[in-house]
């Protein structure tokens, strides 16, 4: 599995018109579906009047849970062109919601396609985004006068240090990126007295 993702770390918004009718894109990091729940409740709060709140969501680190939702457009015509704008970005853990105010003229199922994609399309591009890194927590166990060689192996790697104890043995918990957990098995393999614990 890759030991990368990218996300979105900020939300952005668009607005799309097309024959009256506006399409408002919205787009919002999330980490789980209450946090899906959430910004459903909050838009859907925020434009009472409208006739459909069509959304679509990636979670997991390679995008593998996701929901795509018409909301009463004709089947495929608004979640899965807003699903489709979120793959074409290449971002997980990501929700688009686009909120329709109907301006009279019909558009077709090839109208509402363009104009779901363009408005989630456009939420995407406003909002800022980053690669991060799949991440294990490892706890590293050494005697004491072993500090100098782990803590030269930590800046090395450039981890990051979430607890230390200092007991009978000493003990570290490190942020370690998944493909850097057997190199670390690798560079601490003269020591025997080090043991690295993956939970």
């Not at 069509?54 to 995008?63: D, I, N, Q, S, V």
């Not at 015509?77 to 109907?102: D, H, M, Q």
């Not at 990126?177 to 939970?199: G, S």
Request: glycine share 8%; charged share 30%; hydrophobic share 40%.
């Amino acid at each position: 599995m890759n030991d990368e993702y990218k996300t979105i770390t900020s939300p952005g918004e668009s607005l799309f018109k097309d024959k009256g009718s506006k399409f408002f894109g919205y787009a919002f990091p999330v980490a789980d579906e209450e946090e899906v729940k959430k910004h459903l409740e909050d838009i859907r709060a925020l434009h009472p009047k409208a006739r459909h709140h069509c959304y679509a969501w990636r979670l997991g680190y390679e995008g593998e849970n996701y929901r795509a939702n018409d909301d009463g457009e004709p089947s495929g015509s608004a979640g899965k062109p807003i699903l489709n704008a979120l793959i074409s970005c290449e971002v997980t853990f990501t929700l688009v919601i686009v909120v329709r105010y109907f301006g009279g003229t019909l558009l077709g199922v090839p109208g509402l396609i363009h104009a779901y994609k363009e408005a989630a399309a456009g939420a995407l591009a406003e909002t800022g985004k980053e690669v991060r890194t799949v991440n294990t927590l490892v706890r590293i166990d050494y005697d004491f006068d072993q500090t100098n060689a782990v803590m030269q192996l930590i800046k090395k790697l450039e981890l990051t240090v979430k607890e230390q104890v200092f007991e009978e043995r000493c003990g570290i918990w490190v942020e370690v990126r998944n493909a850097y957990v057997e190199k670390i098995r690798e560079e601490l393999k003269d020591f025997w007295t080090i043991q690295v614990v993956v939970p």
